[in-house]
């Protein structure tokens, strides 16, 4: 089982940018795609990007415009480029990869945005 770890969460003001990162114990590639999703103070979690092998990106329309998801195969880490953070970021966020019989999920980093 490929592990993930997350880090990088803080607490950021409003309109400031984070950069989260997502260490994997293997090969990215173990997985056919990773994403991030996010839980906020009494509510589900739900998804925030989603990034292919291939490359091939997708976003909640909430973070779109704002949020860039990338990795870099060679250090085996993906990660959230948050710009133009809102209190309504606030959350904790996690990595999760998905493969064949894959389905691995980060133990979480809280991000809090607030004045």
């Known amino acids: 089982q490929v592990q993930l770890a997350e880090s990088g969460g803080d607490l950021v003001q409003p309109g400031g940018s984070l950069r989260l990162s997502c260490v994997a114990s293997g090969s990215i590639f173990s997985f056919y795609y990773m994403g991030w999703y996010r839980q906020g103070p009494g509510k589900e979690r739900e998804f925030v990007a989603t990034i292919t092998n291939s490359g091939s990106t997708n976003y909640a329309d909430s973070v779109k415009g704002r949020f860039t998801i990338s990795r870099d195969s060679a250090k085996n880490t993906m990660y959230l480029q948050m710009n133009s953070l809102k209190p309504e970021d606030t959350a904790v966020y996690y990595c999760?990869?998905?493969?064949?019989?894959?389905?691995?999920w980060g133990q979480g980093t809280q991000v809090t945005v607030s004045s």
């Open positions: 999760n990869g998905r493969g064949a019989t894959l389905n691995s």
